[in-house]
């Protein structure tokens, strides 16, 4: 409690009970009338403090609904190395979790599909090469919005996954530099004690994009992180084959992402009873935020997620060799599916790619990278 009463109005109280006090043996009359000087000092007292109270009682009653959470406390616990509670579940939301990846639909786009050669040549000219990035751990942001059509043609095996892998890696990249910056919005808002209506509106957007309905900031902060990119890269390869499947060059699909309405490519090989089809998407970008929003969001990836958050919190590096163990449920071959990622990203020395950083191409990403 900040509230002060004035010292001059306790010394009155004070000084008016001694006389009441003092006063014991005077007739009715006089008690009356010190019982009147002590009650209207109470009055006084009562009006000037109410509106003191009023108001802290407000700004106390604002700042518990600014997020309509329990977690804070936990939060501060997870911050000190305390165990953290497994993430609240919600009912998967599809249509609120990619509703920004939707929007890549309405985006008219004027992309042309670049062949392999050119995008060698892009490549080369820009020296970008997977030689450089495994010792220099940078790479410089070339975004490719298609994959070339050649891709079945390439002949040379090394030759057409590194050429994959140099397509898809920054896109990855990109997606998790996209993740620090939130994560770095959300642990701010979290150090301050009032938050701004526009970082209550960033706020509410989050909730719905990681499919938190209930505003919980300590489920938002486990699912709102990062993907390494060797287990990303190996996902794609495996649903495309290094790509050269029909979904990755009809749709833009590197993950092979269920839809079960809308805008999709039918498989071959379903059987006729299956109504689902792929995802397909305008850019490659979508299809990679729509792999990191399901990862992050599906209630088939809790564990894969919450080994993430113990990872985080005990500060060890993110391991996709363990983490790819936590993907059964990805594919109807279910561990099998896991061995196959870990070969892999071991085959192809993917986890080289781990801890390499996207060349900043703004000032505030500069300042996390």
């Known amino acids: 409690m900040k509230n002060k009463i004035n010292t001059m109005e306790i010394n009155l109280k004070i000084k008016s009970f001694k006389k009441i006090q003092k006063f014991k043996g005077l007739n ?12 209207s000092l109470m009055v006084i007292m009562f009006f000037s403090i109410t509106p003191k109270i009023l108001v802290l009682t407000n700004d106390l009653l604002v700042r518990s609904v600014e997020i309509e ?23 998967f939301d599809n249509i609120q979790v990619f509703e920004d990846i939707f929007q890549y639909e309405d985006i008219p786009t004027s992309t042309i599909r670049l062949s392999a050669s050119t995008i060698k040549q892009l490549f080369k000219d820009t020296d970008y090469n997977l030689k450089d990035v495994r010792k220099s751990k940078i790479v410089k942001p070339v975004n490719l919005e298609l994959l070339p059509n050649e891709m079945k043609m390439i002949e040379n095996t090394t030759e057409r996954k590194n050429l994959f892998i140099q397509i898809v890696l920054p896109l990855v990249l990109e997606e998790n530099n996209q993740i620090k910056l939130d994560r770095r919005k959300l642990f701010a808002i979290l150090n301050r004690s009032s938050n701004s209506n526009s970082e209550k509106k960033w706020l509410n957007m989050k909730f719905k994009q990681y499919g938190v309905k209930n505003k919980d900031l300590l489920t938002l902060k486990i699912r709102m992180d990062e993907i390494p990119a060797s287990l990303a890269i190996a996902q794609a390869a495996k649903e495309t084959g290094w790509g ?39 850019i490659l970008q979508a299809s990679v935020r729509a792999y990191f929003r399901n990862l992050n969001t599906h209630s088939s990836y809790r564990e894969f997620r919450k080994f993430r958050a113990n990872a985080r919190d005990n500060n060890e590096e993110l391991n996709s060799l363990i983490l790819a163990d936590f993907l059964d449920e990805y594919a ?9 990622l870990k070969k892999i990203i071991k085959q192809n020395s993917l986890t080289d790619f781990d801890d390499v950083k996207l060349l900043p191409n703004s000032k505030l990403m500069k300042k996390i990278i």
């Not at 109807?332 to 196959?340: C, D, F, H, R």
């Open 28 to 39: 009715n009359t006089s008690k009356s009338f010190y019982y009147t000087v002590l009650a």
């Open 69 to 91: 959470n329990e977690s804070k406390n936990n939060f501060e616990k997870v911050l000190s190395g305390q165990s953290i509670e497994v993430e609240q579940e919600d009912k």
């Open 244 to 282: 050269t499947s029909r979904f990755a060059l009809e749709g833009n699909a590197l993950f092979g992402q269920w839809t079960f309405g809308g805008e999709g490519i039918k498989p071959l090989a379903a059987d006729s009873n299956k109504t689902h089809k792929v995802m397909k998407f305008q």
């Open 332 to 340: 109807a071959t279910g561990l099998e599916y896991t061995k196959i």
